[in-house]
T-cell receptor, first 112, second 113 residues
Framework: QQPVQSPQAVILREGEDAVINCSSSKALYSVHWYRQKHGEAPVFLMILLKGGEQKGHDKISASFNEKKQQSSLYLTASQLSYSGTYFCGTGNSGGSNYKLTFGKGTLLTVNP | DTEVTQTPKHLVMGMTNKKSLKCEQHMGHRAMYWYKQKAKKPPELMFVYSYEKLSINESVPSRFSPECPNSSLLNLHLHALQPEDSALYLC????????????FGPGTRLTVT
């Protein structure tokens, strides 16, 4: 089942902060965050696992609330390079049929 | 090296043609994926290969036929496609077919005429 992302779009000035949310109606095993710039491939940002383990880039932070089945991505002191579409992907389980289902995306525009 | 390469970058094919998309990674990853992405939409999973065996087929029409010749290569054979199959086809790989981060290739932009 597709996770729900909010907001759908956000416009920032350089240096401002943003939060992107991802929620699911099903229990989550993992949440992935990717950024895709126009005409380019999605780029890995962060993984959050059930139980608290995280892996990602130093300048990106995120949270994972297992009880609420929600994750949030925190972008602080935004830079022009942060512009792009952010997708969360939710992992269904830890078994052999593990797969990611992506949300519809959040378009982030950072202006000078 | 965290690069996934895909060829060709662009492909235009008629509805009666047969073509193949290729994907390669040299990260030692044991899971490889095909995704389809329409404009302004998220990637949609098509196939997952784990240790060179097909582990997930997301009910993809048989006109798409995946193949994994070895642990570094992934092909997608196309035959008798429809115009609605026009999309960006992304290949990705990860350490295993589990919660590991996925590395995406640049994609093949496919147009079916």
């Amino acid at each position: 089942q597709q996770p729900v992302q909010s907001p759908q779009a956000v416009i920032l000035r350089e240096g401002e902060d943003a939060v992107i949310n991802c929620s699911s109606s099903k229990a989550l095993y993992s949440v992935h965050w990717y950024r895709q710039k126009h005409g380019e491939a999605p780029v890995f940002l962060m993984i959050l696992l059930k139980g608290g383990e995280q892996k990602g880039h130093d300048k990106i932070s995120a949270s994972f609330n297992e009880k609420k089945q929600q994750s949030s991505l925190y972008l602080t002191a935004s830079q022009l390079s942060y512009s792009g579409t952010y997708f969360c992907g939710t992992g269904n389980s830890g078994g052999s049929n593990y797969k990611l289902t992506f949300g519809k995306g959040t378009l982030l525009t950072v202006n000078p | 090296d965290t690069e996934v390469t895909q060829t060709p970058k662009h492909l235009v094919m008629g509805m009666t043609n047969k073509k193949s998309l290729k994907c390669e990674q040299h990260m030692g990853h044991r899971a490889m994926y095909w995704y389809k992405q329409k404009a302004k939409k998220p990637p949609e999973l098509m196939f997952v290969y784990s240790y060179e065996k097909l582990s997930i087929n997301e009910s993809v029409p048989s006109r798409f036929s995946p193949e994994c010749p070895n642990s570094s290569l992934l092909n997608l054979h196309l035959h008798a496609l429809q115009p609605e199959d026009s999309a960006l086809y992304l290949c990705a790989s990860s350490q295993e077919a589990s919660y590991y981060e996925q590395y995406f290739g640049p994609g093949t932009r496919l147009t079916v005429t």
